[in-house]
């Protein structure tokens, strides 16, 4: 993807982050929270796209769809963004990847990285646009979502572009995806 495609991809994941916010502002949390997960996801492709064009991305030894990629590319920067303030420096060999993912594994950074991991934010932005046997049961409905749900969303997109400036972060959030 070039600058240009990029600059569209990142105007696209602006403007379905507004939308969410004006779902937001009319307490509509279910729906504000899958369309800022799919601005997340966005910011994630690009993400991707940036690491990808530096040097081809190691294939995961789990298959994800495209979505959770996508995702973990956003948690991924975000730890690394974590792990670059705690160090101070750039985060790229396996062993020391694995002691910042351990020692941040209870961070909110590391919650977030944990649900995409498992699928779990997927399956939420599922359940704020779908009624669906297979996605939902007793205990699982868009009525739970919360405006502090969606308020760590946007949170997490704006860490995430604020991120993506950074070139040793996203150095140090490659090795993390990669890891």
Known sequence: MDPNERTAVIANAARLLQD???????TRFASAFALAVL??????K??????????PLSKPAARRSAHIRKQAAVSSLLLASVAVREFSAEVDNEELVH????AFRLSREGQ??????????????????????????????ADQFTEADVDAIFTIARRAIEAVEDPLIMNTGRAIYET
């Open 99 to 102: 002691r910042v993912a351990e």
């Open 39 to 44: 601005g997340v996801e966005e910011i994630g």
């Open 46 to 55: 690009v993400i991707l796209d940036i690491w990808g064009s530096a040097a």
């Open 112 to 141: 977030f990285m944990s649900n995409v991991h498992v699928g779990a934010l997927d399956k939420a932005k599922q359940i704020g646009l779908y009624r669906d046997d297979w996605l939902t049961d007793a205990s699982l409905h």
């Open 20 to 26: 969410s916010k004006l779902l937001f502002d009319h």
